[in-house]
């Protein structure tokens, strides 16, 4: 009986002293843990530091270039600022500037020209669908009366010209006849040639004319109205001589036709 109790008060003890070693192995571990984070805080803290210390570093030095080029600012009253500033520069700014303000420059002037060139050309159909307007119709579009003159049209163009100040005394007949025939039955007519005004602008006026075919096969009369308007633009160029810069003109000339249906 007393061996087994030896026995058994032995077993007891080897398992409180199991028990005890592994609180001592979870308490060794929960210390080393906490030891790592300390560890780790420690650095997070020291890379903070440095990283504060590099940003006031860097502060300082903008703060001190500042300085630099406010003082070299004020020292631009004598010739060594300038001298120093020209060095450093080395007239980057000015060679950039010589080559990218012609080209600016062109693009400018050719959008000005253009949008000109524009408002003159829609200006010219306008005051063209006027006279044909008026050179389709008659006099009296109800009984019936002869048809207007090529003066009473060149007159009714007159206000679209003087309304975009657009001198409108080089305007000229088109070189070649617009080649349109008579409206008559059975087509096709003979070849109708220009009436001129006697007056400005001297337009190509063609009355009673074919301008189509409809659906049904029968011819589509009216009137025409076409002219020429001389568009000169300049340009400037080099010359061999002094100053060596002169300006060039040139002519365009522009075409204009306008078509309107006969009153029936």
């Not at 592994?22 to 790592?36: E, G, I, P, S, T």
């Not at 008579?182 to 337009?203: K, R």
Request: charged fraction near 15%.
């Amino acid at each position: 009986m007393l061996s087994q109790a030896l026995t058994a008060a032995a077993k007891a003890a080897v398992r409180s002293w199991g028990v005890i070693a592994a609180l001592k192995r979870c308490a060794a571990q929960k210390r080393l843990r906490f030891q790592n984070q300390e560890r780790s805080q420690k650095q997070e803290r020291f890379q903070k530091r440095g990283l504060f210390q590099k940003q006031e570093q860097s502060q300082n030095q903008e703060r001190s270039q500042t300085q630099e080029r406010f003082s070299d600012v004020l020292r631009m009253k004598d010739g060594r600022g300038l001298r120093r500033a020209w060095r450093e520069c080395g007239a980057a700014e000015i060679a950039e500037a010589a080559v990218v303000l012609p080209i600016l420059f062109m693009f400018i002037f050719g959008i000005l020209q253009f949008a000109r060139l524009y408002m003159i050309y829609s200006t010219m159909q306008r005051a063209a669908l006027e006279g044909a307007q008026l050179a389709a119709g008659s006099v009296c579009a109800t009984c019936g009366g002869p048809p207007t003159t090529a003066a009473s049209v060149a007159t009714s163009m007159q206000p679209a010209f003087n309304t975009a100040h657009i001198d409108y005394s080089p305007i000229t007949p088109p070189t070649t006849t617009p080649a349109l025939t008579a409206c008559t039955l059975p087509p096709p007519g003979a070849l109708v040639p220009c009436e001129t005004p006697a007056g400005s602008p001297n337009v190509c006026v063609q009355r009673n004319v074919v301008l189509g075919t409809a659906t049904s096969g029968s011819p589509v009369c009216g009137a025409s109205v076409s002219f020429i308007y001389p568009y000169g633009f300049s340009l400037p160029s080099v010359t061999t001589t002094a100053p060596y810069v002169s300006r060039q003109t040139f002519t365009f000339k522009m075409p204009v036709q306008a078509q309107v249906k006969g009153e029936n």
